[in-house]
């Protein structure tokens, strides 16, 4: 099997030494405290998110932001209970507000998401701005999809940051695997 990472034009985020910086997303919150569903691929990404949380978060430096900490305070009561149980004391990613909103800005402008996702552009910019290495999401419409990626890379890098890899759990863990079994 391929590489998804590779095929996809994405850097590898296992092929290092370091600990890398993680930017979670909001869906990745959602995912990790979520009810059990029957809805067979939701539950198939939860279980995923469950695997990463406890499988690959204590060799990576786990931050988020305003956008994800506001975003998890929406919502049922005992859901947002979960949420921000899951965030408690998790770090602000350290990026300029200014610096980010302008460069959520120029991804809505270029159309690499859709104008009505300023949420969706927010998180990106913050996870470059900040400097991750990974961003974690299962939004794979706006975000996480292989079709508008090379468009935000694009658009990120010509603003002069570092465009982090914006991927599913699955597909971390995947990478994760693939790359043991190269070694």
């Not at 850097?11 to 405290?33: A, D, G, M, W």
């Not at 350290?94 to 800005?105: C, E, P, Q, R, Y």
């Not at 402008?109 to 990974?134: F, S």
């Not at 939004?139 to 990626?149: E, F, G």
Request: hydrophobic share 45%.
């Amino acid at each position: 099997m391929e590489n998804f990472a590779i095929i996809f034009g994405m850097e590898n985020p296992t092929n290092t030494n370091k600990r890398l910086k993680v930017y979670l997303e909001t869906s990745f919150v959602s995912y990790l405290t979520g009810d059990a569903t029957v809805n067979a691929k939701v539950a198939a990404d939860q279980a995923f998110t469950r695997l990463w949380w406890t499988q690959e978060r204590p060799q990576c430096d786990i931050f988020i932001s305003a956008y994800t900490a506001a975003e998890s305070a929406k919502g049922r009561e005992a859901s947002v209970r979960k949420r921000m149980e899951a965030l408690e004391g998790l770090p602000l990613v350290s990026a300029n507000d200014d610096t980010v909103i302008a460069l959520a800005g120029k991804l809505l402008e270029a159309h690499a998401l859709p104008l009505g996702e300023t949420t969706d552009a927010l998180h990106i910019a913050a996870a470059a701005v900040g400097g991750m290495d990974v961003l974690l999401t299962w939004n794979c419409r706006h975000m996480a999809n292989p079709h508008t990626l090379p468009r935000t890379k694009e658009i990120v890098r010509a603003a002069g940051f570092h465009c982090p890899d914006i991927m599913t759990p699955k597909t971390f863990i995947e990478n994760t695997e693939l790359e043991a079994s190269n070694v």
